[in-house]
């Protein structure tokens, strides 16, 4: 079944490969490659791949820019925020309660981490709206 | 500066508390990013299988890790608190000492329970999110309530520390 497949993925993945990094590593994802590994050669897209372009060589990372950026935001957000918190609150606000600044540094991880769900969820939301088809449910089978 | 044999070992203050002190720091620590490096990698084992055939849920799928990484936050957060009590120019006494042992290890245990649970949760979850989107809204309550046992620790530990008292110290 999915041998019927090859063809049209790599005629879609030839006319991607000409596109942007960035817009062609989400659509490559969807719909179209569900069932092939990465890592599995396949000589009609690798060699036409090679043939037409120089742009994406066999293994660039498949995700796309603004994702790697939002998680590293995320990342240095959750590492430096509940630390400045606890510091600054026990600073300035509770001046020599520790209890309530731990208190305060909690709640605000547990913001990052909300915010982070959220922007996933919106995310995800916005997803849906660009290619209502191609992220539904596998039902290849 | 002569303390007697009697001062250093016996009474309410004697020379052997800040170890159970700085115990109590490093089991704060320690075992939260114990519990906290499970999560990580036991979710990060389904966030690369399902990422294999579905890479556009990555940023979904990464939710057990930032929420394994909260629970070594608590952690964090515990034994700096803890270490902020523990100053060498004042009197410690054992009462202190047990305390933040207690604090420390806490905080500590319940978060390898929080991190653990986190791991084989969001492992199985990413896994089962790939193929249905549905799941996603069910999988975030699990993983709350698992991170909210870390936060029952913390919120002990928290409770104990305000109790370490030093006054008994002549």
Known sequence: MPRTKAKPTAAATTAHASAANKATATSKGRGNRTHRLPGAPDSAEASSQEEEEDVQPANTPQIPGNVIRKLLAFSLLLLVLPILAYFGSLKYLFVGSTASSAIVAVIVANFVLAAYVYAAWVEDASEHAAHPSSTGKLKRR | ?170
């Open chain 2, 1 to 170: 500066m002569s303390a007697t044999w009697v001062e250093l070992t016996q009474g309410y203050c004697p020379a052997y508390s800040p170890f159970l002190g700085f115990m109590g720091v490093a089991a704060a620590i320690v075992f939260s990013a114990a519990g906290a490096g499970y999560g990580t990698a036991k979710s990060g084992i389904g966030i690369t299988g399902a990422g294999t055939f579905r890479p556009s849920i990555i940023m979904r799928a990464l939710i057990p890790v930032i929420m394994a990484g909260i629970i070594a936050v608590y952690g964090l957060v515990a034994s700096v608190l803890i270490s902020g009590d523990m100053d060498p120019k004042n009197k410690y006494s054992l009462f202190s000492g047990c305390i933040h042992l207690a604090s420390g290890l806490c905080v500590g245990m319940t978060g390898l329970a929080a991190g653990w649970c986190i791991g084989i949760v969001g492992d199985m979850g990413v896994r089962g999110f790939a193929k249905e989107p549905r799941l996603f809204v069910g999988m975030v309550l699990i993983l709350i309530f698992a991170e909210v046992l870390g936060l029952y620790g913390l919120i002990v530990s928290l409770i104990l520390n305000t109790k370490a008292s030093n006054t008994l110290c002549t």
